[in-house]
């Protein structure tokens, strides 16, 4: 398994940073839909898909050697992907009308 091959403290320390990720995002994801709610301004909609997005890829390429036994490098991969449409998204958001 891809998460063994980390000694204890480097194991811990990735699942609360991974945890504040989570958090921190889903706030964000949350207070941008609220607001776009609110307004119904596009641009906050895609601000809230990318931060989802971003925040979903954080989540799922920390957990996914755990979940379905995948190595570390994999799990990576996931992650930068889902950061970089995250980040395509929210750019866009900063640009729509």
């Known amino acids: 398994m891809g998460h063994l091959s980390?000694?204890?403290?480097?194991?811990?320390m990735i699942i609360v940073v991974k945890t504040g990720?989570?958090?921190?995002?889903g706030l964000i994801t949350y207070f941008s839909y609220k607001a776009y709610r609110n307004t119904g301004a596009a641009s906050l909609r895609a601000l809230?898909?990318?931060f989802g997005v971003v925040t979903l890829g954080a989540m799922l390429g920390g957990?996914?050697?755990v979940i379905l036994n995948v190595?570390?490098?994999?799990?990576?991969?996931?992650?930068?992907?889902?950061?970089l449409v995250?980040?395509?998204?929210?750019t866009y958001s900063l640009y729509v009308d």
């Open 21 to 25: 990720i989570l958090v921190l995002g």
């Open 6 to 12: 980390a000694s204890p403290t480097i194991t811990t």
């Open 71 to 83: 190595d570390l490098a994999t799990g990576l991969l996931f992650d930068s992907v889902l950061t």
């Open 48 to 50: 809230a898909l990318g």
């Open 63 to 65: 957990a996914l050697d």
């Open 86 to 90: 995250g980040f395509a998204v929210i």
